[in-house]
């Protein structure tokens, strides 16, 4: 078996960097072989850009999905983004590793949805959800946020974590991947702010959390997402569909009496 970590953040000595580390040990432990993306180290370029693309297919006007498409018609994907397509063809998981940055992952991780999951040669409209490119490979975020578990709640001042990862679970879910439910490691900023004899104790938990978690990567749980069946010809849920998400529902009708 195969894993593939995607890294996002600028500091190697990170907590983040030393949580990919952990999960490369533990996967290694159980005898995957893991490669990694540090993308920050790896110099990516998050912003798709018109000089990604040659040939083009129209020089006058950059149109990002027409020029996604049109290079993967010509087998002219541009570099570092097929090096990142094989690395995720090679795989069985894929775990992103990174913080969340006011409530989103940062910019650079972004920017590589932007342009990895390339129009034409990863995604199209018959080639999406159960049929797409990466159907029967599983992924899984892990990450760190600044404060609590508690505050991430339902009812938490930092909003209902379910919610605030559901962007990144279901462009996962999009391409392909089953979605398997995320780490999550809380309460980091809070450690490395104050000098507390818990810190060790708290960053030593997170660490044994995660090696856990994946030496029973098999049993973790996974977040359903709605088939192409599901849809209905013009994109929306069918009536008899189930309902897997707040976002993705039934309305039900208002009794105005």
């Known amino acids: 078996m195969h894993a593939h970590i ?4 600028p500091e190697p000595k990170s907590f983040n960097g030393h949580l990919t580390e952990v ?4 996967l290694e432990k159980d005898g995957w072989s893991v490669t990694i993306s540090d993308l920050y180290a790896m110099g990516f370029d998050p912003c798709e850009r018109p000089e990604h693309f ?3 297919q129209n020089p006058e006007r950059f149109d990002a999905m027409a020029e996604q498409h049109f290079a993967s018609d010509k087998g002219a994907v541009p570099g570092p983004v097929a090096e990142e397509i094989a690395r995720i063809d090679r795989a069985d998981l894929v775990i992103l590793q990174y913080p969340l940055w ?3 992952p940062p910019a650079m991780l972004k920017g590589w949805f932007d ?10 409209s ?8 990466w159907a029967g490979k599983r ?4 990450l760190t946020v600044a404060t609590s578990r508690e505050t991430y709640a339902h009812d938490g001042r930092s909003a209902d974590i379910d919610l605030l990862l559901w962007p990144v679970h279901f462009s996962l879910a999009y391409v392909g991947f089953t979605v398997l439910a995320p780490f999550i490691g809380y309460g980091v900023e809070t450690a490395l702010r104050y000098s507390t004899d818990d810190i060790t ?11 856990d978690r994946l030496h029973h990567i098999d049993a973790s749980p996974v977040i359903p997402f709605h088939r192409m069946a599901d849809w209905t010809e013009t994109g929306r849920i069918r009536a008899d569909a189930p309902v897997y998400s707040p976002f993705v529902r039934h309305r039900e009708k208002l009794d105005i009496g």
Request: positive net charge; aromatic residues 12%; hydrophobic residues 45%.
């Open 6 to 9: 995607v890294l996002a953040h």
């Open 23 to 26: 999960a490369r040990g533990a």
């Open 54 to 56: 040659s040939p083009r």
């Open 102 to 104: 006011w409530h989103l």
């Open 115 to 124: 342009r990895v999951f390339i129009y034409g040669e990863v995604y199209a």
């Open 126 to 133: 018959k080639k999406r959800f159960e049929l797409g490119r």
């Open 139 to 142: 992924a899984m975020l892990s």
């Open 201 to 211: 104790p708290r960053f030593r938990r997170i660490e044994a959390d995660l090696a």
